[in-house]
């Protein structure tokens, strides 16, 4: 959205490619009210939607968080059934996981 002038006293505002000129170009206030309310109202929903896309994100973290705890439970029950010692852990997953299972467990 953006306040045009013409001529030093022609009004109007532009979106897109639409130009609105109320009251046929007079209304400088009207028009620079309207822009300002437009902005507000573009930067608010701009907002929500990072607010909503965030939250989207953070769903979709906890849903393979929760897939990656599944299947290193599964992991255990196998290695236990197989009566296999867990690996010991690396570096990266002691810092971003909690032991899951009484096997990886006892191999912390």
């Known amino acids: 959205v953006e306040h045009l002038r013409c001529l030093g006293c022609c ?11 109320p009251q046929c170009f007079c209304a400088g206030d009207l028009v620079a009210e ?9 930067k608010a929903r701009g907002d929500t939607g990072q607010i909503k896309r965030a939250e989207q994100l953070l ?5 393979l968080k ?17 009566n296999i010692d867990a690996p010991p852990p690396t570096a990266a997953a002691t810092a ?13």
Not at 11 to 21: D, I, L
Not at 34 to 42: A, F, N, S
Not at 59 to 63: F, L, R, S
Not at 66 to 82: E, G
């Open 11 to 21: 009004h109007c505002f532009q979106f897109a490619e639409t130009k609105v000129s």
């Open 59 to 63: 769903g979709e973290i906890q849903i």
């Open 96 to 108: 971003t996981q909690q032991p899951l299972g009484s096997v990886a467990a006892s191999a912390y």
């Open 66 to 82: 929760a897939q990656a705890q599944s299947t290193d439970a599964k992991l255990d029950a196998i290695l236990k059934h197989l």
């Open 34 to 42: 309207i822009v300002k309310e437009l902005k507000t109202r573009m």
